[in-house]
């Protein structure tokens, strides 16, 4: 718990770039303590969650919109970059900016419509969004494979097969601290400070010359970008997806990742990915009582710590600093 | 032509039978809490395993006691989440009681699952595996029994709450808890008998649907969901527009399975429920509150 | 409501010509279920003035600004600012022309600070463009620090430096009221309109609320405000509308309002309550 509380301290009383800085050099210690390529598969889970999860939580953290569907956007990046490869034998590194511009601009469309819908409504449409998207690749067999999923070859780079775990783990944690970038930019903006707004009254953000609409729609569309990004790099980096990636309980895990981190804060979404990925990939021996224990484990944090861990830990330790 | 029909339209209005079931069971504790409980396909899946284990593996009971025992037994799983999982967590926002109905959804299924395991239950028909032919159409019995149930329940469920006072009390506690605590209804009851309701309906309808569909650990998750969809569909918060919006689903999935293509009944109810909100962002028969300024 | 209320004459600092329209609104009406809130209701809001809506509960003074703000849409009329018609406008582009309203129902932003709720109301003339914001461009961080100054100045005026840094839930109910004012003038107005300011405020409170509007309009805003407080409307309106059932009562100077006998009618028997908690 002595890395937790340090953490948090960092994250209470950084300046954004402190934080960002912080975050770069964990990510650039933490191999030394792996001591087989396991560990680097997991940290890639973890950081292709942690994306996700960085988009997820503007949208419905900082903006109030829950999506029960992310992992709708994620599989759509993931099958999107292996199909085009695969099919048409575009190189990946074209591949997967393509698809994720092509996903961001399929999600502004039809996040106008959808996000009309408040609360349990919005959840509703999104939950059934993720869930045609996981059927039709379920049943789509001569595209994707169905629900045998669908392997890809490794990268190549000219010579090179880019086949390695620790160099994905690499790629995947400078996108990371991007992405983190990126966000903690937007969140202290003028349009991240309207997107807040929305959050708790649209009417007076309205009144405030917010474009509710628009507002919406672009962040919904960053998050399905980041998301289908870190889909293509599962691609890249695992070379094997299945329809089970897209499915609900996947979109309820990123939901999970970032309400039991805390919602609204960006470094708890890393945390929350961090957490609820490596854990049941960590104690593989509990593998029987994986979903007892996951269910009590989301009924007690939600509790006991109904913000998430790291804003009542950050409180905490604001408090005993203040004093 | 008119034999298939009528076989679509049966089968239809079983399959819509449990999502109404499901779904009513959503609308009650909507209504009494503005809670949505993701777990309440979970409590069709323990009525069916529960009945499944008692009588068909274990052989401890008759059907005729296997099923009200298996049914209490889920009404009380239903009582202790409420307790143990809800109450303590009222005043949390949506996406935090969100995930901790799913997290009873996860956990109610993960018990099961390391206690009963993995494989399919079932027990035999209430009256045998007999069909009655409607129409050219060769109807399960068990068909009947799931449809006569329904219409039962909904009857009583209708005297409940429309002619008694704690039944009165709870369509509206959600909206008014100071109305119901006026006529002497804590509101603490209400939810806690919403919650015990709507599991019983959940197991009632897996205990009516497992001799047709077979029943597994892991069923609840799509039940739920499409029951979810039901009750949007019929305008969240009317157990009676669950029920219609149940029935409206199941048929129109029956008729996409026989008619369009089997591969994709599933996602045709959730087609279906975008379909709506995108038109009527209210459900069919619901409309949103406008907030007041 | 004796004669000896004191009036006083406010001259706007920056001269309007006279009897210019900033707002007029023709044959509004609207209608929730069978309720007629606003029944075929039209006036004109001249620019550089205080004006006052007042009416018994329900009379459909807060209707009528949801209507003129584009949160609730006409069933027959229009709403013309600038002498431009935006009955069609959504409410963001009405903000954009000029229009700005506080609430009688607070509209809390309850996941920001103080100062960065004002911030929002002052990024209506800042660099919107999200991609921008991504990367934290020049012009973004410009648009950041104009409106914090902007913001901060804002709180000082209405006396809120003190809760910079506070959230809404920190905050008491006369403060929110101010800070929603705040929050309104950071877009820099043409028109304000203020629904109830001075409700569940206490008589110092008030009194403060009194001359924070009387300065606004100093300042060169047009403001209508809605009020139950009459000692407060009669001394600082320049022109009432008075509001019953939907309709259009009585529209004058305070005097001539004290004298009406439809007013007075109205008053002693829909009795309009001073306070609304
Ligand atoms: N969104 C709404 N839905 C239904 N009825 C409404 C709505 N807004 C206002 N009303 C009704 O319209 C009438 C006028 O209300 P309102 O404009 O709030 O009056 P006032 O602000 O003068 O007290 C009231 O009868 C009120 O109940
Ligand atoms: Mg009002």
Known sequence: MATGTTLSAAISLGAPLGRLAILSAILIVLPLSFPNPFFFDVAVKVGLSAIVCVGLNLLSGYAGQISLGHAGFFALGAYGTALLSIKLGVHGLIAAPVIATVVGLLAHVIARPILKLKGHYLAMATLGLGIIISIVLNREIWLTGGPDGLSVPAMRLGEFKLRAIEFWYWIVAAFLIVAVWLAENLVNSPAGRSLRALHSSEIAAATAGVDVPRAKALVFAFSAVLASIAGAFFVFAERFITPADAGFLRSVEFLTMIVFGGLGSTYGALVGAAILTALPQLVAAFAEYKHVAIGIVLIATMIFMPRGIVPTLADLFGRRVGR | ?293 | MTSSIVRLRLEPMIAPQPSHRLLEIRNLSRAFGGVKAVNDVSFVVTAGRIHALIGPNGAGKTTLFNLVAGVVRPSAGQVLLDERDVTDLPTAERAQAGLQRTFQNLQTFSELTALESVMVGAHLRSEPSFLKALFNTPAIRQANAEARDRAEMLLQRVGLDTFRDSRSDAMPYGALKRLDIARALAAEPKLLLMDEPAAGLNPAETATMRDLIADIALQGVTVLLVEHDMKLVMSIAETIVVLDQGQKLAEGTPDEIRRSPEVIRAYLGGGIRRRRS
């Open chain 2, 1 to 293: 032509m008119l034999a298939d029909f009528a076989q679509f339209t049966a089968s239809g209005l079983t399959r819509g039978a449990i999502y109404a079931l499901v779904g009513m069971g959503f609308a009650i504790i909507y209504n009494a809490s503005n809670i949505i409980n993701f777990a309440q396909g979970e409590f069709v899946m323990l009525g069916g395993m529960l009945t499944a284990f008692l009588f068909t593996t274990t052989g401890l009971l008759p059907i005729w006691l296997a099923v009200p025992v298996a049914i209490a037994a889920a009404t009380i799983a239903g009582v202790a989440f409420y307790r143990l999982a809800i109450e303590p967590a009222q005043r949390a926002g949506l996406a935090t009681l969100i995930i901790i109905t799913i997290g009873g959804s996860v956990l109610l299924r993960g018990i099961v699952e390391v206690t009963l395991g993995k494989r399919e239950f079932v027990f035999p028909a209430f009256s045998g595996e007999s069909n009655v032919q409607v129409l050219g159409a060769s109807i399960a019995s068990q068909s009947l029994w799931v449809l006569g149930t329904l219409a039962i329940v909904a009857a009583l469920l209708w005297w409940f709450f429309e002619k008694t006072l704690f039944g009165k009390a709870m369509r509206a506690t959600a909206q008014s808890p100071l109305a119901a605590q006026l006529v002497g209804i804590e509101t603490r009851h209400v939810l806690l008998v919403s919650f015990a309701l709507a599991a019983a309906l959940g197991a009632l309808g897996g205990v009516l649907t497992t001799p047709i569909t077979l029943t597994r650990y892991d069923i609840g998750i799509m039940l739920g969901l499409k029951g979810f969809a039901a009750t949007m569909l019929g305008g969240l918060g009317n157990p009676f527009g669950a029920l219609a919006g149940g029935l409206v689903l199941g048929l129109v999935e029956a008729f996409t399975g026989g008619y369009v293509s089997s591969g994709y009944q599933d996602a045709i109810a959730f087609l279906l429920i975008l379909t709506v909100l995108m038109v009527r962002p209210g459900g069919l028969f619901g409309r949103v509150a406008m907030d007041r300024v």
